[in-house]
């Protein structure tokens, strides 16, 4: 089993920054990607932003040029800087990582961190 624990949501104010890490603990074998998701209230969740093995990264077309992801191999850390946050970047933010023991993929996912931007 992997667990994931989020950290580095809060309130900022639009224009502001703020980063979110996740660390992944437990049986870990191979993680093939980490990735942002977010889900604002009465919508459905996005991907925000992906960094898959091989140094790979894909984002939303709504935070490209304004959301960085990184990912420290050697802690199993992933983290999401987010610059120029804007009032529609209110949500919670979840962690998901895909791993494998060798076959297939299991997809574990962090409780959520909440990031609200105000006006």
């Known amino acids: 089993q992997v667990q994931l624990v989020e950290t580095g949501g809060g309130l900022v104010q639009a224009g502001g920054s703020l980063r979110l890490s996740c660390a992944a603990s437990?049986?870990?074998?191979?993680?093939?990607?980490m990735n942002w998701h977010r889900q604002a209230p009465g919508k459905q969740r996005e991907l925000v932003a992906g960094s898959a093995s091989g140094g790979i990264t894909t984002y939303a077309d709504s935070v490209k040029g304004r959301f960085t992801i990184s990912r420290d191999n050697a802690k199993n850390t992933v983290y999401l800087q987010m610059n120029s946050l804007k009032p529609e970047d209110t949500a919670v933010y979840y962690c998901?990582?895909?791993?494998?023991?060798?076959?297939?993929?299991?997809?574990?996912w962090g409780q959520g961190t909440q990031v609200t931007v105000s006006s």
């Open positions: 998901n990582v895909v791993h494998t023991y060798g076959v297939g993929y299991t997809n574990y």
């Open positions: 437990g049986t870990i074998f191979k993680i093939y990607a």
